[in-house]
């Protein structure tokens, strides 16, 4: 009896534990950013993944874990984009489209005198 109770707790074959973030990147015009760079960061666990797009603007982050993101895509030339609030579920992808501003400063988005939510508000720590 036990063990037929055991087995019923293994997840099924096929069944998927991981989620993907996934999109594109575009200017104010509509037109892809190739090779802009695109972190996703998991809140709870503080783990970051990077990828870069391809020349069609298009990224894909699979097998991430359950959980809160926040997402960065930034690119020589452009304002960095953050999309926060990023519930990913198990089976539940997300497909984003982010919007590059065109603008002339270069920051780095991970450099501790930039926060986050100042950069959503377009303000930026001095």
Same mark, same amino acid.
């Given at each position: 009896?036990?063990?037929?109770?055991?087995?019923?707790?293994?997840?099924?074959?096929? &069944?998927?534990?991981?989620?993907?973030?996934?999109?594109?990147?575009?200017? &104010?015009?509509?037109?892809?950013?190739?090779?802009?760079?695109?972190?996703?960061?998991?809140?709870?666990?503080?783990?970051?993944?990077?990828?870069?797009?391809?020349?069609?603007?298009?990224?894909?982050?699979?097998?991430?874990?359950?959980? &809160?993101?926040?997402?960065?895509?930034? &690119?020589?030339?452009?304002?960095?984009?953050?999309?926060?609030?990023?519930?990913?579920?198990?089976? *539940?992808?997300?497909?984003?489209?982010?919007?590059?501003?065109?603008?002339?400063?270069?920051?780095?988005?991970?450099?501790?005198?930039?926060?986050?939510?100042?950069?959503? *508000?377009?303000?930026?720590?001095?």
């Amino acid at each position: 009896m036990w063990l037929c109770m055991a087995s019923l707790e293994l997840p099924a074959y096929g &069944q998927a534990t991981t989620a993907t973030i996934s999109g594109g990147v575009v200017d &104010q015009n509509g037109d892809a950013i190739p090779r802009a760079s695109i972190t996703v960061l998991n809140i709870q666990g503080g783990t970051r993944r990077n990828t870069i797009c391809d020349e069609a603007g298009r990224f894909r982050l699979p097998e991430l874990a359950p959980g &809160q993101y926040e997402t960065a895509a930034e &690119q020589k030339g452009f304002s960095l984009e953050v999309r926060t609030g990023i519930v990913l579920t198990l089976n *539940r992808d997300a497909v984003l489209t982010l919007i590059l501003s065109f603008s002339d400063f270069d920051k780095d988005p991970f450099d501790p005198k930039y926060r986050i939510e100042d950069m959503k *508000r377009g303000r930026v720590a001095r």
